[in-house]
């Protein structure tokens, strides 16, 4: 049971470049999360997907897009890379019900863009 | 939206001491708490969650935080520190259950010899 896996860990882009950061749990949960980590201000959300084949902007979605591309997957990708977009992503997962609030976090994606 | 706020971006404590690190929440209806711990270069890790029911809530590594409602605060506490509790603590708060968690800003504990 791996939990959460990102991948790559690290990536180097230049302006304007694109990507996909990958993301996958093998918990059975149906929300993953994506956020962005920056120093002194804690972790934000990208975008969210509450269940298979849903996706819903959070609070910082401009300049990403996600797919939902099965249950287990949910992936980040940006189209034309910012440097305002160096920081590091997290991806996690939650599974349903009122009991199961909690969410589970991956290793992180550090993304430098020059 | 909910929203959190950490006191101190910086604690410093020796070892042995007690641990305080301090968190305020706003919500127009019942939270969730949450405590996360983050180690360096890794995800973050939960700690303890507060949900329904009693409002002292126990986590791990001698971890634990009350729920104050008439204070607004979730305030994260430890008897005796250890070198090892050395990393960044987040709190974070969401409303029924939904998909919109709010972290705050990070408390980075340091633990002297």
């Known amino acids: 049971n791996a939990g959460v896996t990102q991948t790559p860990k690290f990536q180097v882009l230049k302006t304007g470049q694109s990507m996909t950061l990958q993301c996958a749990q093998d918990?059975?949960?149906?929300?993953m999360y994506w956020y962005r980590q920056d120093p002194g201000m804690g972790l934000r959300l990208i975008y969210y997907?509450?269940?298979?084949?849903?996706?819903d902007k959070g609070e910082v979605p401009n300049g990403y897009n996600v797919s939902r591309l099965n249950k287990r997957e949910f992936s980040l990708r940006l189209e034309s890379a910012a440097p305002s977009q160096t920081s590091v992503y997290f991806c996690?997962?939650?599974?349903?019900?009122?009991?199961?609030?909690?969410?589970?976090f991956g290793p992180g994606t550090r993304l430098t863009v020059l | 939206a909910q929203s959190v706020t950490q006191l101190g971006s910086h604690v410093s404590v020796s070892e042995g001491a007690l641990v305080l690190l301090r968190c305020n929440y706003s919500?127009?209806?019942?939270?969730?708490l949450f405590w996360y711990v983050q180690y360096p270069n890794q995800g973050l890790q939960l700690l303890l969650k507060?949900?329904?029911?009693?409002?002292l809530v126990k986590g791990i590594n001698g971890f634990e935080a009350e729920f104050k409602k008439s204070e607004t605060s979730f305030h994260l506490t430890k008897p005796s520190a250890h070198m090892s509790d050395a990393a960044e603590y987040f709190c974070?708060?969401?409303?029924?259950?939904?998909?919109?968690?709010?972290f705050g800003a990070g408390t980075r504990l340091t633990v002297k010899p």
């Open positions: 919500s127009s209806v019942p939270p969730y």
């Open positions: 996690a997962s939650k599974a349903s019900g009122p009991s199961y609030n909690e969410q589970f």
């Open positions: 507060y949900t329904t029911g009693a409002t």
């Open positions: 918990m059975n949960h149906n929300s």
């Open positions: 997907s509450a269940s298979e084949g849903t996706t």
């Open positions: 974070a708060v969401s409303v029924n259950n939904n998909n919109d968690m709010r």
